[in-house]
């Protein structure tokens, strides 16, 4: 049981560029979620999704987009990168809005340079 | 309203002593009260949770006590091992009509338990 898997696990962009961070989960959850961790400032929420077809912003989610097709798949799309989007982003999948325990991915470092 | 507040930052304690991290809201719909715990390279993982029914609940080492008045929440840590070095984040949500439940967590606290 592979839990929740994000790819790639580092990656360096310049400024401008774009790119997708995946995220997928085998646990048939229907709540998955984007955060992103900077260093002493916890973790904040990007966008989440409480099922296929359905996303809704966060916290953060300017520079951002994501998108929900399918229930074990939930990418995030970077368009033009900028230096403030360097962090650590992990996605995260739960059962449902009561079942509290968010299951975590390993996480993807970005650095915009 | 929907932050967590957090403390220590960081705590050194040594082998066998009490780690003890704070964490305060404002939000009295919130009724879910997490503990993440993250070792470097990894992802947060859940460590023990309370619901505001009740004041304390221990598993093992790990206790979470909860005062609801006082709207607090503490980690306590007994016989700390230099393997429970770690960050450590509180967290809450709210299950209430609209709301999706998301968590709020708190700013986290490195922990390093000295042999």
């Known amino acids: 049981n592979a839990g929740v898997t994000q790819t790639p696990k580092f990656r360096i962009l310049k400024i401008g560029q774009s790119m997708t961070l995946q995220c997928t989960q085998d646990?048939?959850?229907?709540?998955m979620y984007w955060y992103r961790q900077d260093p002493g400032m916890g973790l904040k929420l990007i966008y989440y999704?409480?099922?296929?077809?359905?996303?809704d912003k966060g916290e953060v989610p300017n520079g951002y987009n994501v998108s929900r097709s399918t229930t074990e798949d939930f990418p995030l799309r970077l368009e033009l990168a900028a230096p403030s989007q360097t962090s650590v982003y992990f996605c995260?999948?739960?059962?449902?809005?009561?079942?509290?325990?968010?299951?975590f991915g390993e996480g993807s470092r970005l650095t915009v340079l | 309203q929907q932050q967590v507040k957090q403390s220590p930052q960081s705590l050194i304690v040594q082998k066998g002593g009490i780690s003890i991290i704070n964490c305060a809201y404002e939000?009295?719909?919130?009724?879910?009260f997490p503990w993440y715990q993250q070792f470097p390279g990894k992802g947060p993982a859940l460590l023990i949770a309370?619901?505001?029914?009740?004041s304390e609940k221990k598993e093992g080492r790990f206790t979470i006590s909860f005062n609801k008045s006082a709207k607090q929440f503490s980690l306590h840590i007994m016989d700390s091992q230099p393997g429970d070095s770690a960050t450590y984040f509180c967290?809450?949500?709210?299950?209430?009509?609209?709301?999706?439940?998301?968590?709020?967590f708190g700013k986290g606290t490195k922990l390093s338990v000295k042999p």
């Open positions: 995260a999948s739960r059962r449902d809005r009561v079942t509290g325990e968010l299951f």
């Open positions: 939000n009295t719909a919130f009724d879910y």
């Open positions: 309370i619901r505001p029914d009740v």
């Open positions: 999704s409480v099922g296929a077809g359905i996303t």
């Open positions: 967290a809450a949500s709210a299950n209430y009509g609209g709301s999706q439940g998301n968590l709020i």
């Open positions: 646990m048939n959850h229907n709540y």
